[in-house]
C-alpha cells in the first residue's frame, strides 16, 4: 500500500484545513488509517484514525471536537477537516496504515507512511 498525503498550507489562527490521503495499491488489507503529525524538535503523535470500512473514528485529546476524519468522497481516500486551528497545530501530517485491530494511536502498529504535508498557523 503506498499512502499520500495532501492538503497542507498556511493558514491564520481560527481556519480551517482539510487534508486527504490517497490510497493507492493493495488497498484490500487496509484495515485502519491514521493521522499523525510531527512538529519540530517533537515526536511524531497521534491526531486522529479511521476504520476503513465501518467508519469507527479515533482521535487525540488535543483536536477532538476540532478535527473530523472521514472517508473521503473520492475512491480510496481519507480526509481530516481541521477547524478552529491553533498554532501549536504546526506540524508536518502524515498518514498511514494499520493492517489490523491494534491500538489506534499507537505509532509502532502503522506502515507504509506518506511523505508528509506541512500545516502551519499563523497566530
Known amino acids: 500500500v503506498q499512502l499520500q498525503a495532501s492538503g497542507g498550507g498556511l493558514v491564520q489562527a481560527g481556519g480551517s484545513l482539510r487534508l486527504s490521503c490517497l490510497a493507492s495499491g493493495r488497498t484490500f488489507s487496509l484495515y485502519r488509517i491514521g493521522w499523525f503529525r510531527q512538529a519540530p524538535g517533537k515526536d511524531r503523535e497521534f491526531v486522529s484514525a479511521?476504520?476503513?470500512?465501518?467508519?469507527?473514528?479515533y482521535y487525540a485529546d488535543s483536536v477532538k471536537g476540532r478535527f473530523t476524519i472521514s472517508r473521503g468522497s473520492a475512491k480510496n481516500t481519507v480526509s481530516l477537516q481541521m477547524n478552529s486551528l491553533k498554532p501549536e497545530d504546526t506540524a508536518v501530517y502524515y498518514c498511514?496504515?494499520?493492517?489490523?485491530?491494534?491500538?489506534?494511536?499507537?505509532?509502532?502498529?502503522?506502515?507504509?507512511w506518506g511523505q508528509g504535508t506541512l500545516v502551519t498557523v499563523s497566530s
Open positions: 479511521i476504520n476503513w470500512s465501518g467508519g469507527v473514528t
Open positions: 498511514a496504515h494499520s493492517p489490523g485491530n491494534f491500538q489506534p494511536s499507537a505509532l509502532k502498529w502503522y506502515g507504509s
